[in-house]
């Protein structure tokens, strides 16, 4: 099992910048897949970024920028420029195809208003 914790949410002013951390205990293995979802209100859940563990990462929108520390089996999700609308809880995810299993965080709440 992995237990992922999020942290670094807020409410933060168009424009601004914010970072969330996620942290994990348990077993992170080379191939597992983190990623960054998030979930406005009324809406469904989207996935933003993911990363592997070499660092190959795929994103929905350039202002955010996720990374991922190996040793520490951290993922951070830089989020640059924010919009009202990038309000939403956000949530870490740890994706693993062999066994096929999934974990999610609790989620962060980010609220972005003036």
């Known amino acids: 099992q992995v237990q992922l914790v999020e942290s670094g949410g807020g409410l933060v002013q168009p424009g601004g910048s914010l970072t969330l951390s996620c942290a994990s205990s348990?077993?992170?293995?080379?191939?597992?897949?983190f990623a960054w979802y998030r979930q406005a209100p009324g809406k469904q859940r989207e996935l933003v970024a993911t990363?592997?563990?070499?660092g190959g990462t795929a994103n929905s929108d350039s202002r955010f920028t996720i990374t991922r520390d190996n040793r520490k089996n951290t993922v951070q999700l830089q989020m640059d420029r924010l919009k009202p609308e990038d309000t939403a809880v956000y949530y870490c995810?740890?994706?693993?195809?062999?066994?096929?299993?999934?974990?999610w965080g609790r989620g962060a709440q980010v609220i972005v208003s003036s």
């Open positions: 990363i592997s563990y070499g």
């Open positions: 348990g077993t992170v293995l080379r191939a597992d897949i």
């Open positions: 995810h740890l994706r693993r195809v062999d066994p096929d299993q999934e974990f």
